[in-house]
């Protein structure tokens, strides 16, 4: 399952909807309850800092993984940025890789790209794979 979070300029929800494979969003706004996540997920996250890369994590998402329950669930991270911010560029998936040892899976710009989309389902399918885990669960 992928989990994600996604702001009010759809970047991340378009690529989501491009993979076509279960998953669940958390909220934009990060006072509003956290869903239920019940099974491993590959985190998929945008990148929101200032010039020197404070705040690339988004609010919800440091409050989800803050919860012991769904951190132990975590599996991987993808995250994406804009490449304009040089070795920012999607920095939180750096941040939480680090921060939660897990692998970084992938990192793309904006919404990605048909060939960002196609890496990632493969990419995806061979990670839960080798976790003795269906891609559709």
């Known amino acids: 399952m992928l989990v994600y979070y996604s702001s009010a300029s759809g970047n991340t929800q378009r690529f989501i909807e491009q993979l076509e494979l279960p998953s669940l969003r958390l909220p934009i706004d990060p006072d509003e309850p956290i869903p239920q996540i019940t099974q491993n997920f590959v985190l998929v996250c945008p990148t929101y800092a200032d010039g020197q890369g404070r705040g690339a994590v988004p609010k919800s998402v440091i409050r989800a993984l803050n919860q012991e329950q769904i951190r132990s669930l975590l599996m991987g991270v993808i995250s994406s940025g804009n490449r304009n911010f040089g070795k920012l560029f999607a920095q939180s998936g750096t941040i939480i890789s680090r921060k939660c040892s897990v692998p970084l899976l992938y990192r793309f710009e904006l ?12 990419g ?3 990670f839960w ?6 891609i559709h669960s």
Do not use: A, F, N, Y
């Open 111 to 122: 919404s990605g790209t048909p060939q960002d989309v196609q890496i990632v389902r493969q």
């Open 124 to 126: 995806l399918k061979k």
């Open 129 to 134: 794979s080798h976790h003795e885990q269906s």
